[in-house]
């Protein structure tokens, strides 16, 4: 089997390949294609590969290209994690919005829309050229913001295309190890929304909901990240355990003031993090591993000071070792291949087509929901309907992202200004408009709006 990686320079690729090396399965992935338009990154990385590599038997064969439609060829996967702009794009996404006093973050907010105004064209580009050059591929979509984008492919490639985001994984296991399971894994999670903006509404173990029980017990639902970042009282009056992005919605007054009173933003924190990877894991003449190294140091900070603004606004402290460990987005997109590929039905929390799933939304929409998988692709299962207090935010937030999808399309400014505008986190029309001036002054990227 034949994975292409869009974005293979990226900083977390090596957790990708470090998921296919443990795969020993019949039908497993044997060559991994890496496809970057920067080629010091792209060199770097296959660096931390072949370290990763060393020693492992039969370990997937990988080659690295700047040409696209060689890197799609003959591909049955491809895994898109492109990042338009770069991390720069990301600091000048959060330093514009945090001039006008709201969140700039890459996906919430104003920042995910100047992020999905300048990704969308781009991603409807790849979808092209995906189905001209591996019409049979399934595309594994990565790019934030996840849910937009995803969209966005599926009008050129249909239900061949699916998201992943590992924040609803790592919430549900993280609720399943308080209340006990032996195998968080195999935890039944009813967990809805949007992406980065969903809900657990319950944790069933052995065929019993346990979330009544976590909701009753405040020592509990405050031993864990997402109980501390909100606070045991704010979650058993909404009665559900929130995706941590909407600490951005919940307490966003704090959010911004944290974010504005930092030393840096996170887009440029990473920014600077990783251009002294990348430099040095391009060194000529290291000894064997200094790359792997030089990655697991990088990413071990990039973790510790993840959401880091937030958790000092809510005085939830450092991050505990539970939350550090790997086994997130990798981990899902090993086991949706391996699911497709093989037939080996499960059930994967993914962003796919609502169809009926959700009455408040229209079929083509893209949510974030349990789904079933199997060789003939991902379908979402029943839920129950949105609490009122969740279809406001959700409904919002999608009529936002019709918005950049529409913008992206037809180049309008008026309705870029308009995307902005309609945003929960965004309190001004005239805000609105100033960030349209901000963002088309700044990115290159974004000088099709007019």
């Known amino acids: 089997?034949?994975?292409?990686?869009?974005?293979?320079?990226?900083?977390?690729?090596?957790?990708?390949?470090?998921?296919?090396?443990?795969?020993?399965?019949?039908?497993?992935?044997?060559?991994?294609?890496?496809?970057?338009?920067?080629?010091?990154?792209?060199?770097?990385?296959?660096?931390?590969?072949?370290?990763?590599?060393?020693?492992?038997?039969?370990?997937?064969?990988?080659?690295?290209?700047?040409?696209?439609?060689?890197?799609?060829?003959?591909?049955?996967?491809?895994?898109?994690?492109?990042?338009?702009?770069?991390?720069?794009?990301?600091?000048?996404?959060?330093?514009?919005?945090?001039?006008?006093?709201?969140?700039?973050?890459?996906?919430?907010?104003?920042g995910g829309i100047a992020y999905g105004l300048r990704t969308v064209p781009v991603a409807r580009e790849l979808a092209r050229r995906i189905a001209r050059t591996a019409p049979d591929a399934w595309v594994i979509n990565f790019t934030n913001p996840a849910g937009l984008v995803t969209e966005a492919m599926q009008e050129e490639l249909g239900d061949r295309v699916i998201g992943i985001c590992d924040s609803p994984v790592g919430l549900g296991r993280r609720i399943a190890r308080v209340l006990g399971a032996v195998r968080p894994s195999e935890a039944w999670i009813d967990y809805v929304g949007l992406n980065h903006l969903g809900w657990v509404r319950g944790l069933h173990l052995g065929g019993r909901d346990e979330l009544p029980r976590l909701l009753a017990d405040d020592a509990a639902l405050e031993s864990f990240e997402e109980g501390r970042l909100f606070g045991a009282e704010w979650l058993k009056s909404i009665g559900a355990i929130p995706n941590e992005y909407l600490h951005y919605y919940y307490f966003n007054r704090e959010a911004v003031r944290a974010y504005r009173e930092a030393k840096q933003t996170r887009g440029a924190f990473l920014r600077d993090q990783q251009r002294a990877f990348y430099a040095e894991a391009d060194r000529p003449g290291?000894?064997?591993?200094?790359?792997?190294?030089?990655?697991?140091?990088?990413?071990?900070?990039?973790?510790?000071?993840?959401?880091?603004?937030?958790?000092?606004?809510?005085?939830?402290?450092?991050?505990?070792?539970?939350?550090?460990?790997?086994?997130?987005?990798?981990?899902?997109?090993?086991?949706?291949?391996?699911?497709?590929?093989?037939?080996?039905?499960?059930?994967?929390?993914?962003?796919?087509?609502?169809?009926?799933?959700?009455?408040?939304?229209?079929?083509?929409?893209?949510?974030?929901?349990?789904?079933?998988?199997?060789?003939?692709?991902?379908?979402?299962?029943?839920?129950?309907?949105?609490?009122?207090?969740?279809?406001?935010?959700?409904?919002?937030?999608?009529?936002?992202?019709?918005?950049?999808?529409?913008?992206?399309?037809?180049?309008?400014?008026?309705?870029?200004?308009?995307?902005?505008?309609?945003?929960?986190?965004?309190?001004?029309?005239?805000?609105?408009?100033?960030?349209?001036?901000?963002?088309?002054?700044d990115h290159p990227e974004l000088a099709y709006l007019r």
């Open 1 to 110: 089997m034949r994975l292409t990686i869009l974005g293979g320079g990226g900083f977390r690729v090596p957790l990708v390949y470090g998921a296919l090396l443990g795969d020993r399965a019949p039908g497993r992935v044997t060559a991994v294609t890496l496809y970057d338009a920067d080629p010091a990154r792209l060199t770097a990385i296959a660096r931390v590969l072949a370290d990763q590599a060393e020693g492992v038997a039969d370990a997937p064969a990988v080659t690295a290209t700047n040409d696209l439609d060689e890197a799609l060829r003959r591909a049955d996967f491809v895994f898109s994690a492109i990042r338009v702009g770069g991390l720069e794009g990301r600091a000048t996404d959060e330093r514009v919005a945090l001039a006008e006093g709201v969140l700039g973050q890459e996906t919430v907010g104003a």
């Open 286 to 441: 290291q000894a064997a591993g200094a790359a792997l190294a030089a990655w697991d140091r990088t990413r071990a900070e990039r973790e510790a000071t993840y959401m880091a603004e937030n958790r000092e606004a809510a005085g939830a402290g450092e991050r505990e070792q539970d939350d550090l460990e790997s086994g997130g987005y990798e981990q899902v997109a090993l086991a949706l291949m391996r699911a497709i590929a093989r037939d080996e039905r499960t059930t994967l929390i993914l962003n796919v087509r609502n169809r009926s799933t959700l009455s408040v939304l229209d079929g083509a929409a893209v949510i974030e929901v349990p789904c079933l998988v199997d060789a003939n692709g991902a379908h979402p299962v029943a839920v129950d309907p949105l609490p009122y207090h969740a279809v406001g935010l959700v409904t919002a937030v999608k009529a936002v992202e019709r918005e950049v999808l529409s913008a992206a399309r037809s180049g309008s400014r008026a309705t870029a200004v308009k995307a902005f505008a309609l945003h929960p986190l965004v309190d001004s029309v005239a805000v609105a408009r100033r960030l349209v001036d901000g963002y088309t002054a």
